[in-house]
Nanobody, 121 residues
Framework: QVQLVESGGGLVQPGGSLRLSCAAS????????MGWYRQAPGKQRELVAG???????TYADSVRGRFTISRDNAKRTVYLDMNSLKPEDTAVYYC???????????????WGQGTQVTVSS
């Protein structure tokens, strides 16, 4: 059974930094795209950053230049380095993986459990 375990959220002051991690385990053959989304109270979930299997990255305009997404395929982990954090970055952050299970010929999408990031003085 696939598990996605997120870590690294917390409370940080404006201008500070955090690193989020999302580790996948359990019956995985391969991982295609990996991404981070966020959802603030009263708002829709939005894509923050994504990274393809070939390491091509994409970012929301609001975070470009401040956030960096990366992946470690050997560890089946995706990271989000967040710098120069702003109060408007406050949200629950979710990882999202498009992966292929052992014995399967198609990809399936999985979500992490979410981790709270709060930017406040």
């Amino acid at each position: 059974q696939v598990q996605l375990v997120e870590s690294g959220g917390g409370l940080v002051q404006p201008g500070g930094s955090l690193r989020l991690s999302c580790a996948a385990s359990g019956g995985i053959f391969s991982i295609n795209a990996m991404g981070w989304y966020r959802q603030a109270p009263g708002k829709q979930r939005e894509l923050v950053a994504g990274i393809s299997s070939g390491a091509t990255t994409t970012y929301a305009d609001s975070v470009r230049g401040r956030f960096t997404i990366s992946r470690d395929n050997a560890k089946r982990t995706v990271y989000l380095d967040m710098n120069s954090l702003k109060p408007e970055d406050t949200a629950v952050y979710y990882c999202n993986l498009d992966l292929r299970l052992l014995g399967s010929y198609s990809a399936t999408n999985y979500w992490g459990q979410g981790t709270q990031v709060t930017v406040s003085s």
